[in-house]
């Protein structure tokens, strides 16, 4: 196939593939092979790892080594399973060891940061319902071969778990729970006036000699319709405290009018958590307006 710019042509081929061509599972998949390499078919091989996943997935293990970054990353983008506006792949999504797991361990060194992106965002579709198994292949292919792309891969997999405060993910980047700390909360809005700021400040104690890396985030338990609460975690701050130090923070949150969420006025909570530890929790009240 000669290389195009017209992306509107190859999306329409593509396509048609996809939805004319299932009942020629090896002309279609090479048809798609090659549009790859013009415009990601992405979507379209879905349809056929659907209805042919042992064939799909033993070409997809052929695909992988081939020269072209394109097709290397279309067998990881293409199987992910949870790719946005694509038909879900549920068989893969439940069993990662004995579907594409051992795909995306061939692609993780990949040269190209184009598919080890992939690779990273295949993970991160995982680890929302098989943390631990994502955290333990994570943690074999971190000590294999250790460089600065396999660092920023593994961060940008673990996004999700790393903002959930998962412990094992913490622990793989650096951040465990072995730790004495204290907190101690100071200046805060005991009551937030409707569209004001709520504005809080805690102080972090080390009480061992040795310094410690932490990541500290807050969590907001809005006061939802119908009196329940729903939680919402918020990235903080990366620090590190020394041995038998204190460090303060110092943060505003807003409650503006926002399209993405609805106040209701009422108890609100706040809850500190570092490394995925919960240490200190207080309560504040949202105004009417």
């Known amino acids: 196939m000669e290389a195009t710019t017209n992306r509107f042509y190859i999306t329409s081929l593509s396509?048609?593939?996809?939805?004319?061509?299932?009942?020629?599972?090896?002309?279609?998949?090479?048809?798609?092979?090659?549009?790859?390499r013009c415009f990601t078919s992405e979507f379209d091989i879905r349809p056929f790892i659907l209805e042919y996943p042992t064939e799909s997935l033993s070409l997809l293990k052929k695909?992988?080594?081939d020269p072209n970054p394109h097709v290397r990353r279309l067998v990881s983008e293409g199987s992910r399973p949870n790719l946005p506006w694509g038909k879900k792949l549920h068989f893969v999504a439940e069993d990662p060891e004995n579907t594409t797991l051992p795909l995306l361990t061939i692609l993780q060194d990949d040269p190209s940061e184009y598919v080890r992106r992939s690779v990273a965002n295949h993970l991160n579709d995982f680890a929302k319902t098989k943390a631990d198994i994502v955290v333990k292949h994570l943690k074999k292919w971190q000590k294999r071969k250790p460089s600065k792309d396999k660092d920023r891969m593994i961060s940008h997999a673990l996004r999700t778990l790393i903002k959930n405060g998962h412990r094992g993910t913490l622990a793989l980047i650096g951040y465990d729970d072995d730790f004495e700390l204290s907190i101690s909360f100071q200046n805060y809005t005991k009551e937030v006036s409707w569209g004001g700021v709520f504005d809080f400040e805690f102080i972090i104690t080390n009480k061992r000699t040795n310094s410690k890396n932490l990541i500290v985030d807050y969590i907001i338990g809005f006061q939802k319709k119908g009196g329940k609460v729903s939680d919402k975690v918020f990235k903080l701050k990366k620090l590190e405290i020394g041995g038998g130090e204190s460090n303060s923070v110092v943060k505003k949150q807003s409650f503006?009018?926002?399209?993405?969420?609805?106040?209701?006025?009422?108890?609100?909570?706040?809850?500190?958590?570092?490394?995925?530890?919960?240490?200190?929790?207080?309560?504040f009240e949202l105004k009417d307006k």
């Not at 939805?19 to 090479?30: I, K």
């Open 15 to 36: 396509a048609y593939i996809s939805n004319r061509g299932l009942d020629h599972f090896d002309l279609s998949t090479e048809a798609l092979y090659k549009i790859t």
């Open 256 to 283: 503006k009018a926002i399209s993405t969420r609805v106040y209701y006025p009422g108890q609100h909570t706040l809850v500190v958590q570092v490394n995925g530890v919960i240490l200190g929790e207080m309560e």
């Open 63 to 65: 695909w992988e080594k």
